[in-house]
Every structure is written in structure tokens, then in C-alpha cells.
Nanobody, 118 residues
Framework: QVQLVASGGGLVQPGGSLRLSCAAS??????????MSWYRQAPVNERELVAT????????NYADSVKGRFTISRDNAKKQVYLQMNSLKPEDTAVYYC?????????WGQGTQVTVSS
């Protein structure tokens, strides 16, 4: 059974930093076979893609709103994916979710709340 457990959220002041982690387990194939993504959803918004990283980390993509501030990375040996978030803004406030995909397969983890406020 696939499990994705996100952690690292919290309350941070504008301009601050947080590092989110997502621990994966229960995959049919080795972890490096899966692209990993972070999504976020604010209370009144639809869920939006924040960043994606390919299986061996050779390629990453970011939403325009986070480019230059967020960095996605992964450690396949530990089966973890990370989202380093710097220069946080109030509009980054949302529940952040990790997502694993391979072909037509996709699996969501539970979210972690990030609140950016003074």
C-alpha cells in the first residue's frame, strides 16, 4: 500500500524559510521510477502544481509563482522528496501535498499546513 507522509509545515514570518519533506513507502516499483511533485491548495483556491522532479532528479519544473524561491529535490536511497521554500510570502499559505506518478498511476499523500504570517 502506497504511503506518502508529508511533514515540515508550520507558521513562519514573511521572508522566512521552511523545508517540507515527504517520505514514501509501499511502491510497486523502485522509488526512482516515480516522478514526484508538490501541490498546494489554499482555502478558496483549486489545488495547484508547485514543483515536479523526475525520477533521478535530472529535470525539475516550477510554477511561475515560486521560481527562484522554492527548490524541489529528492533522495532516492531514503525514498524522500523535499521542498525547500525561501523568501516565503503570505500568498504561499496553503496545505501542501506530495504526489507520486508513474504512467497512469498517481498517489496523493496527506497535506501539511504552511502558514506565512506576521
Amino acid at each position: 500500500q502506497v504511503q506518502l507522509v508529508a511533514s515540515g509545515g508550520g507558521l513562519v514570518q514573511p521572508g522566512g524559510s521552511l523545508r517540507l519533506s515527504c517520505a514514501a513507502s509501499g511502491f510497486t516499483f523502485t522509488f526512482s521510477n516515480y516522478a514526484m511533485s508538490w501541490y498546494r491548495q489554499a482555502p478558496v483556491n483549486e489545488r495547484e502544481l508547485v514543483a515536479t522532479i523526475t525520477g533521478f532528479g535530472r529535470s525539475t519544473n516550477y510554477a511561475d509563482s515560486v521560481k527562484g524561491r522554492f527548490t524541489i529535490s529528492r533522495d532516492n536511497a531514503k525514498k524522500q522528496v523535499y521542498l525547500q521554500m525561501n523568501s516565503l510570502k503570505p500568498e504561499d499559505t496553503a496545505v501542501y501535498y506530495c504526489y507520486a506518478s508513474r504512467g497512469s498511476f498517481g498517489s496523493w499523500g496527506q497535506g501539511t499546513q504552511v502558514t506565512v504570517s506576521s
